[in-house]
C-alpha cells in the first residue's frame, strides 16, 4: 500500500498544463518523505505538474500557528523541485486551518465551492487570495471513481474565461 501522501495523486490534462496533481498532506509523516514519496511517483509516471496541496480535513492539528509552519516547510520542499504550486481549499476549511494566514497567498488557490457553476461568482477573498486560479464546483461518478468537476481560469483579474476539467480520483 502506497503511502498516504502518495494515494491521493490524481491528474488532468489541459492546454496549460500537462497534468495536475494533488496531494493530502499529513502532519504524521515527515515533510521529506511525503516530497519525496510523491516526486518518485512523478518521475516514475514522467508526469510534468502542477502541485495542489489540499488544506480541508480533520487530519490538521488545532493549532492553527503548528499547521501554517508545516504547510511553509512543505511548500519550501516542493519549491526546491521546482513545480508550480496551488492551494486547494474554501474559506471555512482555511480559517479553521491556518486561522488568519496570508502567508500563502504567492501561491495559486484552487478554490472548493460545490455550487454546480464553474464561474466564480460569490468569490470572497480570503488568506490574501484577490481571486481563484481555479474552482472546484462539483462531483460526480464515473466508473465508481469520484471525478471533481473544476473550472480554470485564464484571466485572474476578470475571471472571465475559462476552461473546464474534471480530476477523477482514483
Same mark, same amino acid.
Given at each position: 500500500r502506497p503511502p498516504?501522501?502518495?494515494? *491521493?495523486?490524481?491528474? #488532468? #490534462?489541459s492546454d496549460v498544463y500537462k497534468?495536475?496533481?494533488?496531494?493530502?498532506?499529513?502532519? +504524521?509523516? *515527515?515533510?521529506? +518523505?511525503?516530497? #519525496?514519496? =510523491?516526486? #518518485?511517483?512523478?518521475?516514475? +509516471? +514522467? =508526469?510534468?505538474?502542477?502541485?495542489? =496541496?489540499?488544506v480541508e480535513g480533520k487530519d490538521w492539528s488545532k493549532d492553527t500557528k503548528k499547521n501554517v509552519e508545516f504547510l511553509k516547510s512543505l511548500v519550501a520542499e516542493f519549491t526546491k523541485n521546482k513545480l508550480m504550486l496551488a492551494i486547494q481549499t474554501e474559506a471555512g476549511a482555511w480559517t479553521r486551518i491556518m486561522g488568519q494566514s496570508t502567508d500563502f497567498s504567492k501561491l495559486l488557490l484552487w478554490w472548493v465551492k460545490h455550487d454546480k457553476n464553474p464561474e466564480p461568482v460569490k468569490y470572497k477573498a480570503f488568506g490574501g487570495w484577490k481571486a481563484p486560479f481555479a474552482k472546484q464546483f462539483g462531483s460526480a461518478n464515473l466508473c465508481e471513481n469520484s471525478v471533481g468537476q473544476n473550472s480554470h481560469y485564464t484571466d485572474q483579474s476578470t475571471n472571465t474565461k475559462y476552461l473546464r476539467l474534471s480530476l477523477i480520483h482514483i
Open positions: 498516504r501522501s502518495t494515494q *491521493g495523486v490524481s491528474s #488532468a #490534462a497534468r495536475q496533481v494533488y496531494m493530502l498532506p499529513s502532519l +504524521k509523516v *515527515g515533510v521529506e +518523505k511525503q516530497v #519525496a514519496d =510523491i516526486m #518518485a511517483v512523478l518521475k516514475d +509516471k +514522467k =508526469i510534468l505538474s502542477m502541485m495542489s =496541496i489540499v
